[in-house]
Nanobody, 118 residues
């Protein structure tokens, strides 16, 4: 059974930083595009950042210049470094793994809460 396990969330003051991790198991990690999504209360889930198997990255406009996604193939782990956090970054952050374009397989993690008080 595929597992994506997020960690690193928490409470951080505005302007602070957090690094989220997503450890993948039981997938051929190198084949998958990895992404971070978030869902704030009362809002739809939205993409934050993604990184392909080749290392190409994309970011939502709202996080460009503040967040950075990376992957460590030796550890089967994808990271999201979040700097200059704002209250509007408060959400549950989810890790996603997709295979192919359009995706033929999609897996989600259980999510980790990030809270930035106003």
């Amino acid at each position: 059974q595929v597992q994506l396990v997020e960690s690193g969330g928490g409470l951080v003051q505005p302007g602070g930083s957090l690094r989220l991790s997503c450890a993948a198991s039981r997938i051929i990690f190198n084949f998958y595009t990895m992404g971070w999504y978030r869902q704030a209360p009362g809002k739809q889930r939205e993409v934050v950042a993604s990184i392909t198997s080749g290392g190409s990255t994309n970011y939502a406009d709202s996080v460009k210049g503040r967040f950075a996604i990376s992957r460590d193939t030796a550890k089967n782990t994808v990271y999201l470094q979040m700097n200059s956090l704002k209250p509007e970054d408060t959400a549950i952050y989810y890790c996603r793994a997709t295979l192919g374009s359009p995706p033929s397989l999609t897996f989600w993690g259980q999510g980790t809460q990030v809270t930035v008080p106003s």
